[in-house]
């Protein structure tokens, strides 16, 4: 079945340094969806890419898909400590309806 | 709009014991998902229902069940809990491609 790994697992930085998440997939996705998880909350929708290169920008974040659609990253230009939890990836092939996560990648930063 | 909301909140269960968790959605949506969370792994997908009426296997379903009851309530049933099943279950529900998780419940079987 489709697997999605995520890198790194754990993320220490100092408030102001960047940060970068990376995804990649063992099958071509339709799509990829990033969700954010605060501490003791729920995931919550960030963001979809679908064209092969795609890039979309939200403030600090910048995300990005591969051309091939097999990866996809997360960066955030100087972190904050409103930044802080666990980003997910999340993907689609094919005509599944399902999502398949990414194990995630916990955020610290440090003020 | 409640959007997606998660009873109860915490659960303490013996092995062995019985249990549902109850999930409602006031968005109007047809899909809806149970999920787990474990450490290190991310979510997981038990069940899902494409629509009202329907259900279908997710990535890890046994040893739990689900009843779609109507549109707006998808429930999942632990008939004999295990120390394996300690964990944080979501819900969610679907609108085009975007997912809306509950809050979560936080199980853990003794």
């Known amino acids: 079945g489709q697997q999605v790994m995520q890198i790194p697992q754990y993320q220490h930085v100092q408030e102001g340094e960047d940060f970068t998440t990376y995804c990649n997939s063992s099958t071509t996705l339709s799509n990829i969806q990033w969700y954010k998880q605060r501490p003791g909350g729920h995931p919550v929708f960030l963001i979809q890419?679908?064209?092969?290169?795609e890039v979309k920008k939200q403030k600090r974040l910048t995300f990005q898909f591969g051309e091939a659609k097999k990866n996809s990253s997360l960066h955030i230009t100087a972190t904050q400590t409103t930044d802080v939890g666990t980003y997910f990836c999340?993907?689609?092939?094919?005509?599944?309806?399902?999502?398949?996560f990414g194990s995630g990648t916990q955020l610290t930063v440090l003020p | 709009n409640a959007g997606v909301t998660q009873t109860p909140k915490f659960q303490v269960l013996k092995t062995g014991q019985s249990m549902t968790l109850q999930c409602a959605q006031d968005?109007?949506?047809?899909?809806m998902y149970w999920y787990r969370q474990d450490p290190g792994m991310g979510l997981r997908l038990i069940y899902y229902?494409?629509?009202?009426?329907?259900?279908d296997k997710g990535e890890v379903p046994n040893g739990y069940n689900v009843s779609r009851l109507n549109k707006r309530e998808f429930s999942l049933r632990l008939e004999s809990a295990a120390p394996s099943q300690t964990s944080v279950y979501f819900c969610a529900s679907r609108f085009m491609d975007t997912q809306y998780f509950g809050p979560g419940t936080r199980l853990t079987v003794l």
């Open positions: 999340a993907g689609t092939s094919g005509s599944a309806r399902q999502l398949t």
């Open positions: 968005m109007n949506h047809n899909s």
């Open positions: 229902s494409a629509s009202e009426g329907t259900t």
């Open positions: 890419l679908v064209k092969s290169g």
